[in-house]
């Protein structure tokens, strides 16, 4: 199937510290999946290692059959919002997206419609450290859509959005999703995950617990709440 994000068996290490320990499960299309898992469970380091940023200790990921770091124009493949934030504080928020353009063979009109896109247009000229982090998201979220990508990574996304972000990131992931793409979020808030994913990888010490849909995770944990059956399977289980 093309636009899978194909994990298998995954590893990383940090010195005596097993970050992620045998990962393996598939991302497809046309769906928003869930990454869930307590602090520390491994999720933003496999989001890195999904995106070639840090080396895997063993297994490996797939995107279309192939590693990010070996595609041409990975921008236009797979666009990401990571939890830090890779804008330079002195660069305005527009000069960002067009210099990401620009080394990407993406169209400069992409910029300003991904800009409008998040609702920042108008801001888009001041300087990113003046942007809220709110903003900022949004910001983060503009530069993964520049290359129009079928697969999308977002880790954390919704943190500083107030609650009319929130709605707004939910109704774009899930219409990201309904227009066929590919679309993997990283979250800890509960309820929210709950609103905006169908199907869900949930994590706890490197390792996977499930792998599901949101309805049948909750109905298999006999709880009736996303939150509830989270912390259920994943009692004991934080670092
Ligand atoms: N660069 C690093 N060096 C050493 N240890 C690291 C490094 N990055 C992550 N770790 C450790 O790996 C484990 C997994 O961390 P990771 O950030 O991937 O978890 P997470 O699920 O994203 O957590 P959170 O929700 O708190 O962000 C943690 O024990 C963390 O301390």
Same mark, same amino acid.
């Given at each position: 199937?093309?636009?899978?994000?194909?994990?298998?068996?995954?590893?990383?290490?940090? +010195?005596?510290?097993?970050?992620?320990?045998?990962?393996?499960?598939?991302? /497809?299309?046309?769906?928003?999946?869930?990454?869930? +898992? @307590?602090?520390?469970?491994?999720?933003?380091?496999?989001?890195?290692?999904?995106? $070639?940023?840090? /080396?895997?200790?063993? $297994? *490996?990921?797939?995107?279309?059959?192939?590693?990010y770091r070996d595609?041409?124009? @990975? !921008?236009? /493949?797979?666009?990401? !919002?990571?939890?830090?934030?890779?804008?330079?504080?002195?660069?305005?928020?527009?000069?960002?997206?067009?210099?990401?353009?620009?080394?990407?063979?993406?169209?400069?009109? /992409?910029?300003?419609?991904?800009?409008?896109?998040?609702?920042?247009?108008?801001?888009?000229?001041?300087?990113?450290?003046? !942007?809220?982090?709110?903003?900022?998201?949004?910001?983060?979220?503009?530069?993964?859509?520049?290359? *129009?990508?079928?697969?999308?990574l977002f880790d954390?996304?919704?943190?500083?959005?107030?609650?009319?972000?929130?709605?707004?990131?939910?109704?774009?992931?899930?219409?990201?999703?309904?227009?066929?793409?590919?679309?993997?979020?990283?979250?800890?808030?509960?309820?929210?995950?709950?609103?905006?994913?169908?199907?869900?990888?949930?994590?706890?010490? $490197?390792?996977?617990?499930?792998?599901?849909?949101?309805?049948?995770?909750?109905?298999?944990?006999?709880?009736?709440?996303?939150?509830?059956?989270?912390?259920?399977?994943?009692?004991? $289980?934080?670092?």
């Open positions: 199937m093309v636009w899978v994000i194909e994990v298998c068996d995954l590893s990383k290490r940090y +010195g005596r510290v097993v970050a992620v320990d045998g990962l393996s499960f598939t991302v /497809r299309p046309g769906v928003v999946t869930g990454f869930l +898992g @307590p602090n520390g469970a491994g999720k933003s380091t496999t989001m890195r290692m999904m995106l $070639g940023l840090d /080396r895997p200790s063993g $297994g *490996d990921v797939r995107i279309d059959g192939e590693r595609m041409r124009h @990975p !921008l236009r /493949r797979v666009g990401a !919002l990571l939890e830090a934030k890779s804008v330079h504080g002195g660069r305005s928020g527009l000069n960002h997206l067009l210099w990401l353009a620009q080394t990407n063979g993406i169209a400069r009109s /992409r910029v300003r419609t991904v800009l409008e896109q998040v609702g920042i247009a108008d801001v888009a000229g001041r300087r990113a450290k003046a !942007l809220s982090l709110g903003m900022g998201q949004r910001l983060g979220i503009a530069a993964a859509l520049l290359g *129009d990508p079928p697969v999308l954390e996304p919704v943190n500083g959005l107030d609650p009319e972000g929130v709605v707004w990131a939910r109704e774009l992931f899930r219409g990201l999703a309904a227009e066929g793409r590919t679309v993997f979020v990283s979250s800890h808030l509960m309820t929210e995950m709950a609103m905006t994913a169908d199907h869900l990888v949930v994590v706890s010490r $490197g390792r996977l617990l499930a792998d599901t849909t949101v309805s049948e995770f909750v109905a298999e944990s006999g709880t009736d709440s996303l939150e509830a059956a989270f912390l259920r399977l994943t009692a004991g $289980g934080a670092r």
